[in-house]
């Protein structure tokens, strides 16, 4: 069976991070093992959140999975909140990453603005971390704040291409722009393949409303993709269809959820597409 181990936060309320890398790997029909980062009552969307930081478990957590001999397909970090949780992130992919994808979803910022407790430095650490993973896949404001470029809402094919090589430049081998527009109506990923020098672009027609977590089921639903042997391409494809897919339940139903979307009621939906 493949296996994925995915690093981030575990908000107990919100439908992010781990309560939907869990479900979705599982889906995909992936081991999913965890290190969880910090417990939060909510994501950091809410006001008045608790957080507990887990930042001391992690090295011993490793340290056990190495003494064991774990081994992994896929290393899949996500939220991380802190210097040292970036520098256990690159201890993971050191020492469990040679034969595994590894994947850094470098959340932090959407709509132009850093989320709650997030500096510059913390996004320019972050900036070395994605030069040790195989994929990166940030949003337009993440990899604004990764390049430190400013952050633009109006922007043509040949930016974003612009835009996914100096991602690479920071030492990925692959880079992928989720949330691109570059028709009315239209949403979709564009990624950049530096080890064939191609462009890719799938796009679907684009849902009327935004959610928060989407970003973390489509970097879930990447990274179990990729695990089960799709293409990048096909990969990339998946999870846009299955959030779009996410989203059009959400709506379908009166008085939703407004934290997160129905990815639940989308899984069946899910494992038909992936069609294993
Ligand atoms: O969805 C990304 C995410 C993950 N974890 C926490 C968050 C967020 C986004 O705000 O607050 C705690």
């Given at each position: 069976m493949k296996k994925a181990a995915t690093m981030q936060d575990i908000s107990c309320v919100g439908k992010c991070s781990l309560t939907v890398a869990l479900p979705v790997l599982s889906a995909l029909g992936v081991e999913a093992s965890v290190i969880p980062t910090a417990v939060l009552s909510?994501?950091?969307?809410?006001?008045?959140f608790t957080f507990h930081d887990l930042t001391s478990e992690i090295q011993p957590i490793m340290d056990h999975w190495k003494k064991e001999g774990f081994q992994f397909d896929a290393l899949y970090t996500g939220y991380l909140g802190s210097f040292d949780q970036l520098e256990l992130a690159k201890n993971l992919f050191h020492d469990f990453g040679k034969d595994a994808i590894k994947l850094v979803d470098p959340c932090m910022a959407d709509n132009g603005k850093l989320y709650t407790g997030f500096t510059l430095e913390f996004a320019k650490a972050m900036a070395e971390v994605c030069g040790y993973a195989d994929i990166i896949c940030p949003n337009l404001t993440e990899a604004s704040f990764l390049l430190d470029i400013p952050y633009v809402t109006s922007y043509d094919e040949a930016y974003v291409q612009d835009v996914l090589k100096k991602l690479c430049a920071l030492g990925c081998k692959k880079a992928v722009l989720t949330g691109i527009s570059l028709e009315e109506g239209k949403l979709g990923a564009y990624a950049y393949d530096a080890t064939k020098d191609s462009f890719y672009y799938y796009q679907n027609d684009k849902e009327p409303e935004f959610f928060h977590g989407t970003g973390d089921i489509w970097a879930s639903t990447l990274c179990g993709s990729l695990v089960q042997g799709k293409s990048f391409e096909e990969a990339i494809a998946i999870a846009c269809d299955y959030v779009k897919e996410c989203i059009h339940i959400t709506l379908q139903e009166e008085n939703h959820n407004t934290y997160g979307v129905n990815f639940e009621e989308a899984i069946p939906y899910l494992v038909n597409r992936i069609n294993l």
């Open positions: 909510t994501h950091t969307m809410f006001s008045n």
